[in-house]
């Protein structure tokens, strides 16, 4: 029978107790992302408001007209042009709505194609060095999404480049404005770029009333149902104080007026051709609801936003330029 | 050769599961397989349409011997790897346990005459296809996916992970999936194989393999058999002791049986004395049960027969109803009759909503594909799964099909339900259901919360004459853990499921 010395005895259990110990790092390193996070501070929740636009620029734009390129082109001109918000060289993100693969344009639950490829022109006409355009579906895969909310091939027509958010870049990010949440999972590129348009569809949706520029914004995170549960209108604020985007543009070519936020029927479909186009959010938003016969103080994430500082209600004070087309 | 057919099947296999999409069909390997083909179209008792490449191999088994074990069979090359030269048997002599396989071979069979398939879970082409692509696949993915995760915080990996991100997706990896815990039953299972393996090489092929039997009794009969020069032999044993397959038996002048040789030809090309060679022969080979007795032969058809019906009796008992969320269109009584449990349909899911089902109450449903909505939702726009079933099992639908296939019905757990049990707003369900005319309604309610104050909440309520269970809701229901919303595979009110 072997017999193992003091020496031997004491190699084995060391060697055990590393390999033990290096499961353990292997699997607290496997468990380690997500969780949920913990109750922030609660002071200084407020962020500086949007900066006023510059001299013989309007706050915001509304264009109306039939044709969806030619708003977006006279909505950002009468905003001071493109190029207030891109500049050569740029690295531009275009966030649309891309939420399920199961509809085509005319369903009015994804972004017009066409308002997105406007976008990607005039962006890259600043000069922009790479125009991307993404969002992160719930329903469907990605690139089906896409393709069936004919994005893809309107953004490949203009020069742009459809990109499918990997889950590693998902990140938590602090939110050091979080009233409710301390941080955000939030898609990197995001962050990183130098331009963020942000470019919902205006919907009805059964909790915040609409969908527009700001809850559009769940796109970047990789939990958005986690978003919808107690004060989802703060929650949502606590995101759009992590993630600003540059300028927002509501398509509300084709609005949604129930069964949001997918539809389904030609009947819930209202074909409004209008672009609202403004580097304020809260304002965008706000005339968004006016679409609806609505106003700010329906949609509780718009309060909130305000409140917050991410922009103003007040329609009525603000430089808004109304363009026929 | 074999490293050719199994890099096929691998291809097939990891493509498909990456939504790559295949040069050939994904389930080419099932339809060359026999057993799969002969025990469905038994048990649908209708011809099936994979019987046709299987019949293929049947004929090269005819003409050529059990062939298949030793150059195509993707799990036999495995076992042939993975197995340890130096255990190799020092005997030279056949066991009688070979027999097993004829038994296991005929409980399939049996099975099959009596409405199951549960057994073709035993089938080597299943077993190595399923295990592979629910067990070991996606664990792959959930190592990548986490280390991917983990590493992008370091900027300098940044690009490198890019790229690597950006091959490996849709190419050898499909998006992010989660890991069926129940399939890691898959792996000891896998692991139980190898580890008999290493006892004897081919131990699964040699005792237990139910296509190895189909093909050794088909194979009795083949043109081509093995044959030992007697005069030249030097009786050096090299050929008995190195046969994979222990086919050679060394008491009897080096003749293999015929039913057990898969013509590796290693011993045509080991031979010290070049005094073996494939010779043509028609007369079929005399049975050889020596070492077996009666009551033995007897006794293990016996077993078999009552282990065959005590398989069987569970679902019989319980009749044809749902007890499980099946992939759209297919009703228990396709899945129990047609499915050959190859896993093709879990697969293939691009939501990963399709699972190897545990056998709960019915053992013969080991292994059959159900829907788990809380890991994957059944795509509103998807029919993936019937337009790759071998068998008809999950109907190929039109689309129109599809999106009125009745999957299951949910059903909210008033109990965990955010504004059901917290008197507060979440409407995730209702949001996320697809239907143009959505199952799931908001109820405006007016409560008095715990604090006195009179507040309206919106409530979610199921109209279960609209749901068609396809999960998305209890996919993204917000709760940690169990959802509060589940679908359950029992009828809607007033309609009938299924086909």
């Known amino acids: 029978m072997d017999t193992i010395d003091r020496r031997r005895f004491i190699e084995k259990m060391l060697a055990l107790g590393g390999g033990a110990a290096a ?84 369903y009015a639950a994804t972004t017009n194609p066409e308002v997105v490829a406007a976008l990607v022109t005039l962006c890259l006409g600043a000069g922009a060095a790479r125009v991307r355009v993404m969002d992160y ?72 009333v609409l969908t527009l520029g700001m809850k559009n914004l769940l796109g970047v995170v990789d939990n958005p149902s986690s978003y919808h549960t107690a004060q989802m209108s703060e929650r949502v604020v606590d995101l759009n104080t992590v993630v600003r985007p540059h300028l927002v543009v509501v398509d509300a070519v084709r609005i949604l007026l129930n069964n949001g936020p997918t539809g389904g029927s030609l009947n819930d479909v209202k074909r409004t051709n209008t672009v609202i186009a ?48 | 050769m074999q490293a050719l057919v199994l890099a096929l099947f691998l291809y097939l296999l990891v493509a498909d599961h990456a939504g790559a999409g295949t040069v050939l069909p994904a389930d080419l390997f099932f339809h060359l397989d026999p057993l799969a083909g002969l025990s469905s179209s038994l048990a649908s008792r209708s011809f099936m349409a994979p019987v046709l490449l299987g019949l293929l191999t049947l004929a090269l088994t005819l003409a050529l011997g059990r062939a298949w074990c030793s150059w195509a069979c993707p799990l036999g090359t495995l076992l042939d790897w993975t197995s340890l030269r130096r255990l190799r048997h020092p005997r030279g002599r056949p066991s009688p346990w070979r027999h097993v396989k004829y038994v296991t071979l005929l409980a399939v069979l049996v099975g099959a005459v009596l409405g199951t398939l549960g057994l073709l879970v035993l089938d080597p082409i299943t ?51 989660p890991y069926f815990v129940p399939s890691l039953a898959l792996l000891l299972v896998m692991a139980a194989i190898l580890a008999a393996n290493a006892i004897r090489p081919r131990f699964w092929c040699r005792y ?30 090299k050929c008995a002791r190195e046969c994979p397959v222990g086919a050679i038996d060394s008491e009897k002048e080096y003749r293999s049986d015929p039913g057990e040789c898969t013509l590796c030809l290693r011993c045509v090309e080991g031979c010290p004395a070049h005094a073996i060679a494939l010779r043509r022969e028609t007369r079929p080979a005399a049975p050889d049960l020596e070492g077996l007795t009666r009551r033995q032969v007897l006794g293990s058809f016996g077993l078999m027969l009552a282990g065959v019906a005590l398989l069987r009796l569970p679902s019989v008992l319980r009749g044809s109803g749902r007890r499980r969320l099946r992939p759209p269109g297919s009703s228990e009584d396709d899945i ?46 998807c029919r993936r799964c019937g337009e790759a079933c071998p068998t008809g099992a999950i109907p190929a639908l039109t689309l129109a099909e599809k999106q009125s296939a009745v999957i299951g019905t949910a059903r909210i757990d008033t109990t965990r339900c955010i504004p059901w049990s917290q008197n507060t707003n979440c409407i995730v369900c209702q949001e996320m259901c697809p239907l143009a ?63």
């Open chain 1, 23 to 106: 499961a353990a790092a292997l699997m607290s390193l496997a468990g380690c992302s997500g969780g949920p996070s913990p109750a922030p501070t609660g002071e200084n929740i407020t962020v500086a408001p949007p900066s006023a636009p510059p001299a013989g620029a309007a706050y915001l734009a509304v264009a109306r007209g039939e044709h969806p390129e030619a708003l977006v082109q006279r909505s950002i001109a009468a905003l001071g042009g493109i190029e207030r918000f891109v500049k050569p060289g740029n690295d531009v993100i275009i966030k649309p709505n891309i939420c399920t693969s199961n509809r085509a344009p005319e």
């Open chain 1, 137 to 208: 579906p719930f329903s469907g895969g990605h690139e089906e999404a896409y393709s069936s909310s004919g994005i893809a091939e309107a953004v490949a027509g203009a020069g742009g480049r459809m990109e499918v958010m990997a889950g590693m870049k998902f990140q938590d990010t602090p939110a050091p404005h979080g009233l409710i949440l301390s941080s955000c999972r939030v898609y990197q590129e995001i962050l990183d770029a130098d331009v963020l348009i942000d470019v919902p569809i205006a919907k009805q949706h059964g909790n915040t």
């Open chain 1, 278 to 325: 403004s580097h304020d959010i809260v304002a965008a938003d706000s005339y968004g609801a006016t679409l609806f016969g609505k106003t700010a103080a329906d949609l509780p994430i718009v309060q909130a936003g305000a409140r917050r500082g991410l922009g103003t209600t007040d329609l009525g004070s603000l430089n808004i330029e109304e363009i026929p087309v």
């Open chain 2, 127 to 177: 077993i190595l296809f399923r295990t592979l692509g629910s067990g070991v696949i996606p664990g792959i993915n959930l190592a990548v996916t986490r280390g991917e995760s983990w590493l992008y915080r370091f900027d300098a990996l940044q690009g490198f992970l890019d790229g690597f991100d950006r091959f490996v997706r849709g190419t050898l990896l499909p998006g992010a999936e």
């Open chain 2, 208 to 237: 237990l393999c139910p296509l190895g039997g189909l093909l050794g009794l088909a194979s009795r009969v083949s043109l081509l058999r093995r044959s030992v020069d007697q005069e030249k032999c030097s009786r050096c044993r």
């Open chain 2, 336 to 381: 129990m009759r047609r499915c050959i449990r190859c896993g093709i349909c879990v697969n293939i899911c691009p939501t990963r909503a399709i699972h190897p089902a545990g056998p709960g109450p019915d053992y013969d449903h080991l292994w059959t594909p159900a829907l788990v909505p809380r890991l994957g939702y059944c795509d509103y726009s």
């Open chain 2, 437 to 499: 005319e959505k199952a799931i309604e908001l109820e405006d309610v007016a409560v008095t919360n715990g604090e006195g104050l009179e507040t309206t909440v919106r409530r979610p309520v199921v109209l279960p004459d609209r749901c068609i269970g396809c999960g998305l809701c209890e996919h993204q229901c917000p709760l940690n853990g169990e959802a509060a919303i589940r679908v359950y595979p029992e009828e809607g009110q007033g309609r009938r499921q299924g086909r």
